[in-house]
């Protein structure tokens, strides 16, 4: 049984394109966050969601749009995608304290 | 704002060798997580350090943890290729984790 699961696992788009990536734990846990990891695998929280409600969202460009449906379920969409946004993007659930479990990993490029 | 840095950025060592990863962070915090991540994988948590002297070990990795000094130290112990890998500290900080630069680790015989 996995987990924290996201789909797709690899995600090809050119500029300007509009892209979703989904997110689900079967965790039971509260808490859900999207993490974006750069070239250089620097990891730097984007946003969190605590039952479907946001309550970290970091300097993030607003064509970055998370939705949660449920407590389950964490999407990212993406509006006009750039070049800079490629990166891999991870999903990660927690109950307190702030033990992550993390997905595997949307590895996203953008040409 | 909170900044955690590690040292070194990249390590190589010799199989059987002992090194110290180190993970210095900026604000107070009781909290510390270490990750460990393999080329092209997620994340797996290794050690979780609650309290000031927390000590925790596991094979050949052992993990401190000084809120004073606002220090963490990962020692590795003879070390083996199957450890060879990227390691981040992660410091906790009004509910979201910040996360180190990573260290590198090859291990070569």
Redesign the interface.
């Known amino acids: 049984d996995t987990a924290v699961s996201q789909t797709p696992k690899y995600l090809v788009t050119q500029m300007g394109n509009d892209k979703s990536i989904k997110c689900e734990q079967n965790l039971g846990h509260d808490?859900m966050?999207w993490?974006k990891q750069d070239s250089k695998?620097?990891?730097?929280?984007m946003f969190?969601y605590n039952n479907k409600e946001l309550?970290?969202n970091e300097t993030v460009p607003n064509r970055f749009s998370p939705k949660s449906p449920d407590k389950a379920h964490l999407n990212l969409h993406i509006n006009s995608l750039e070049l800079g946004d490629s990166a891999v993007y991870?999903c990660a659930s927690s109950r307190?304290?702030?033990?992550?479990?993390?997905?595997?990993?949307t590895r996203l490029t953008v040409t | 704002e909170l900044k955690v840095e590690q040292n070194p950025l990249f390590l190589s060592m010799q199989e059987g060798k002992n090194y110290t990863i180190y993970c210095n962070y900026s604000t107070t915090s009781d909290r510390l997580y270490w990750y460990r991540q393999d080329p092209g994988k997620s994340l797996e948590s290794l050690f979780v350090l609650l309290s000031n002297g927390a000590v925790k070990q596991e094979g050949r990795l052992m993990a401190s943890l000084d809120t004073k000094a606002r220090l963490s130290t990962l020692h590795i112990t003879a070390a083996v290729h199957d450890l060879s890998a990227t390691y981040f500290c992660a410091v906790e900080n009004t509910d979201k984790l910040i996360f180190g630069t990573g260290t590198r680790l090859q291990v070569f015989p």
């Open positions: 808490t966050y993490y695998k620097f990891l730097k929280i969190s309550i970290i991870f307190t304290p702030t033990l992550l479990y993390f997905g595997p990993g």
